[in-house]
């Protein structure tokens, strides 16, 4: 084995300050599944002297029955951590690993191949300076290679090394290693990295790990570890503009209030002017605090309280720059989107878009188009499905604080929430904001809402009906119709028969259709009841996330979303027009309670029983209970 | 001017603050799990940091298996004290009332009802949704795969092949009812750089992760401290005075000594430098089986 990588010094003070002063480097490691990077990592802790005797000891007793090298030991056994993965032998999640070196503390994040796990290389990307691709010099340049090259550029790594990998087994052969340095060269050239190296590397036998391999004298370039730790990755993030996003308002009592967060660019130094974001208005830092006491200046990276010299509303979300170098402010931008859920993303579905520490309601306005992970082609499309990446709209229904990713990560990073199960659906990176949605006011006319409402003598409102096919929804609202307008009120029922026929016959019953069928027909609702109307709404909307955005259109609209709950059995049995026998004879697709989930509502406003009650008797209910 | 970039330890600080800070603004009932050990003092020191001028804004829960050394009892109401933060200790009634203790009962069910079901009790009964931690992923493999905000079900389940991404620095912190989050604020430090900081920072730490001659009896290669007298002594076994420290904290019986006479911290430093096994080892609770750490896990321990 060659030189170990470092050495404990008996001069402990001098030994402790060289390991406080180190600098930091987090890398990623990817390539496809065989290509070693378990490998390769199990081989920098081996070769750094990390691993230790037990860890050794249990190594050798799990590499018993499983492909081993000249050492006897699977170094991928080191760092393939969970149990399933142990048994598939493959990686399939994010591990952190740590080695250091007399130069560096490496922060390795070690991430899957597979295509159905691209969303956790892009995970490991979004904190990586730089990143391992490795290649199997036997196998060259892959679909995957172009892959993890293509999120890499994605997430703005700007640093690559390509490992050529096994290049014992193509017997240290030049003309392999030039040919494939050369493939991927031609293919990274769009991609913009800053920095690209290529090193012919054998993991498990260590050449050009630690030191340039006898068995490669053809190449004159550096060994891997000497390369990870002199390589200059600092992006100088403090000459940057001065960005700061307010995490959480510091306030112990009266006499203080501060606003404590992370200098995410450029630097600040008491005595300053500083712009808020949102209100535009100017202050100056007066103090920089931290329990170490106070600083003149703090850099980016540090996380301080900054103290202000006069009272301004600033709360969680804010953020803090530089007259003249100020953020973009809007609630329209482009942005690309991984999408990271097995439910699929549609334009007109709304989510929780996070960013820095702002969080808001976002909807996907416009798909542009899809890009092809692994051939950078671009396609229409009408939904995003997992693992693909796609460039859209996206509008918020605040304007925000960001910046373009390729200028500040952490001010142009986001991640899309789902509203009901608050999983994280996808993560996106800002190009650039669109200023017409500023110019976008809405006008403010004399004649409003509560006037056109007075003239009619009641409070305009939407009364949402959801429920299967044969439920009795279209029973109950007409009913209710003929009642309230026997009473002199307005109203006016959308349904099916009038809606898909006219606005939305462009319209088939794909989910993507679905959901923008139903984001039509809030939006035409809302307009209605603006006018003044009772709008009942019958549809069958089987889905929670449409139902929830109808009723975000409403906005301060009453908006009462009622549930005719009427078992399948019964609605089958009623099939009053016969869609049911026909979608079991498999001649509709698609079909809410057969081959398509109806999603019951958590919290309707009222439930009405249909299969206990007659159809007047639910009329009667619903009546009572809405009190108009 | 000072220089321009960050050192790994000014950077992994700053990180860690601004994990804190982020569970104070994003959560309603955070809790701060203290261990007393070394990663919970560096854990108290941060979040001192953190919200300073302010007081920690969360309380400190120590679930106490009545069986942890009688010293870390003692240094934990005097940081408690000393920095006036809120301390709650929490201890299973039923374990206590069936006197479960790690002789009669096994390491593997005294852990279980003990640990993980006492720390489930506590964070039941003060409704927490945000448990901070000091796990790192250096420790354990499984440990090397979660992420930061960690989510568990509403039966504090982890579901390792569920976990969310994460991107940046955008940490998702939203849950639904009943569920709750473990948040690892020091998830990308080492024992390394735990250890340095502590000496950077000037950290209190309890003297017994200092070499002094103490009480140890020898069980199957592992030394125990005798602490107090409810430690069982097999026929004709006596306890010895031997020169013994601690790397790591935990119950006395199940906390193995090393010899050593590092007795302050920068010998404690060049002695794990030049040590040759891991910090868990002294640990029994890791040892049972492959994956054991990972199935604890997933049952809701730390």
């Known amino acids: ?628 | 001017m000072q220089s321009q970039s960050l050192t790994h330890l000014q950077a992994l600080e700053a990180e860690s603050i601004e994990i804190l800070r982020e569970v104070a603004a994003s959560f309603e009932r955070p809790v701060m799990m203290y261990s007393i050990g070394k990663d919970s003092s560096v854990l108290l020191h941060l979040a001192r940091k953190a919200f300073y001028p302010s007081k920690i804004p969360f309380p400190l829960l120590h679930v106490n298996t009545t069986w942890k050394f009688r010293e870390m009892i003692a240094f934990r109401d005097s940081m408690a004290e000393k920095y006036g933060f809120d301390l709650i200790s929490h201890t299973n009634p039923e374990g206590l009332a069936n006197n479960i203790n790690p002789f009669d009962h096994g390491s593997s069910r005294y852990t279980d009802i003990m640990k993980t079901q006492a720390l489930r009790q506590a964070l039941n009964a003060g409704r927490y949704d945000a448990a901070i931690g000091g796990a790192r992923r250096d420790e354990e493999k499984s440990r090397a795969k979660e992420r930061i905000f960690s989510h568990r079900n509403a039966n504090h389940a982890w579901d390792p092949k569920n976990q969310r991404p994460e991107l940046w620095k955008v940490f998702n912190t939203r849950l639904n009812p009943g569920e709750s989050m473990r948040v690892f604020p020091i998830s990308n430090w080492t024992e390394l750089d735990v250890w340095t900081y502590i000496y950077d920072q000037g950290i209190e730490l309890p003297s017994l992760y200092f070499a002094k001659p103490r009480p140890v009896v020898d069980r199957s290669g592992t030394l125990i401290m005798v602490d107090d007298e409810r430690m069982p002594l097999e026929p004709g076994e006596t306890a010895r005075m031997e020169m013994v420290r601690f790397r790591t904290l935990g119950c006395y019986p199940l906390t193995g000594a090393i010899r050593s006479d590092a007795a302050d911290l920068p010998s404690i430093i060049m002695e794990m430098q030049a040590s040759r096994t891991s910090e868990r080892e002294g640990r029994l609770i890791d040892s049972d089986s492959v994956g054991s750490m990972e199935k604890k896990k997933q049952e809701g321990y730390f």
């Not at chain 1, 390769?40 to 005797?53: A, C, K, M, T, V």
């Not at chain 1, 500040?408 to 669109?434: E, H, K, P, Q, Y």
Request: charged share 25%; net charge negative; glycine share 8%.
């Open chain 1, 1 to 628: 084995m060659a030189q170990p990588m470092h050495t404990p010094d008996t001069d402990i003070g001098l030994w402790l300050q060289q390991q406080t002063d180190k600098s930091l480097l987090r890398f990623l490691t990817c390539g496809s599944v065989d290509d070693g990077k378990s490998t390769l990592i199990g081989r920098l802790l081996y070769d750094s002297q990390l691993i230790l005797d037990d860890q050794l000891a249990s190594l050798k007793k799990e590499s018993h029955n499983r492909t081993t090298g000249d050492e006897g030991i699977d170094f991928s056994l080191l760092v393939d951590g969970l149990t399933a993965e142990r048994e598939q032998g493959i990686t399939i999640d994010v591990a952190y690993r740590f080695f250091s070196t007399d130069k560096r503390k490496f922060i390795v994040a070690d991430t899957p191949g597979h295509e159905q796990y691209t969303r956790n290389m892009a995970t490991g990307a979004s904190n990586a300076d730089l990143a391992l691709v490795l290649i199997d010099a036997r196998k060259g340049v892959l679909t995957q290679t172009r892959r993890h090259s293509f999120i890499l550029s994605l997430i703005g790594v700007k640093h690559v090394v390509l490992v050529v990998n096994k290049i014992d087994l193509v017997d240290y052969d030049e003309a392999v290693f030039d040919r494939i340095v050369a493939e991927y060269r031609a293919f990274a050239a769009p991609l913009g990295f800053k920095t690209l190296e290529a090193i012919p590397v054998s993991a498990l036998r260590g050449d050009n790990m630690l030191a340039q391999s006898p068995n490669t004298p053809w190449y004159g370039g550096p060994a891997l570890v000497p390369y990870l730790e002199t390589i200059d990755v600092s992006e100088d993030r403090s000459a940057q503009p001065f960005r700061f996003p307010v995490q959480w308002v510091n306030r112990p009592n009266l006499d203080f209030r501060g606003f404590s967060g992370t200098v995410a660019s450029g630097a600040i130094a008491v005595g300053d002017e500083v712009l808020i974001a949102s209100s535009r208005k100017p202050a100056v830092v007066k103090r920089i605090v931290t329990m170490d006491g106070d600083l003149d200046q703090a850099i980016a990276g540090r996380a301080v309280t900054l103290v202000l010299d006069r009272e301004v509303d600033i709360s969680r979300g804010d953020v803090l720059s530089r007259p003249g170098e100020t953020p973009e402010y809007s609630n329209q931008f482009q942005a690309r989107v991984i999408w990271m859920s097995e439910e699929p993303a549609y334009p007109g579905r709304s989510y929780l878009l996070k960013v820095g520490a702002q969080t808001i309601s976002a909807t996907i306005t416009d798909l542009k188009f899809r890009t092809n992970v692994n051939t950078l082609e671009q396609t229409a499309a009408t939904k995003i499905d997992l693992n693909e990446v796609a460039t859209v709209t996206l509008a918020t229904d605040k304007p925000i604080a960001f910046d373009s990713y390729k200028t500040n990560a952490l001010t142009g990073g986001f991640i899309l929430v789902d509203r009901l199960s608050n999983a994280t659906l996808g993560a996106g990176t800002i190009d650039f904001g669109l200023r017409r949605a500023q110019n976008l006011t809405y006008q403010a006319f004399d004649v409003n809402r509560d006037v056109r409402a007075t003239m009619k003598g009641q409070s305009p409102q939407i009364i949402w009906f959801t429920g299967l096919s044969g439920s009795g929804k279209s029973s109950v609202a007409n009913l209710l119709e003929r009642r309230l307008t026997a009473e002199g009120k307005h109203l006016y029922i959308l349904d099916g028969d009038n809606v898909r026929h006219g606005l939305n016959k462009d319209l088939g019953f794909t989910e993507a259709a679905r959901v923008e069928n139903i984001r039509r027909v809030a939006e035409v609702a809302r307009l209605m009841a603006d006018a003044g109307l009772i709008v009942l709404v019958s549809f069958i909307s089987p889905f929670r996330n449409e139902r929830r955005l109808a009723r975000e259109i409403a906005g301060d609209l009453r908006f009462s979303e009622v549930y005719v709950d009427t078992p399948l059995e019964v609605c089958e049995a009623r099939d009053p027009k016969g869609l049911y026998k026909r979608a079991r004879a498999g001649e509709i697709k698609n079909f809410t309670g057969i081959d398509s989930p109806f999603e019951a509502p958590e919290h309707p406003d009222l439930v009405l029983h249909g299969a206990q009650f007659e159809v007047a008797q639910l009329a009667d209910q619903l009546y009572d209970w809405l009190k108009i």
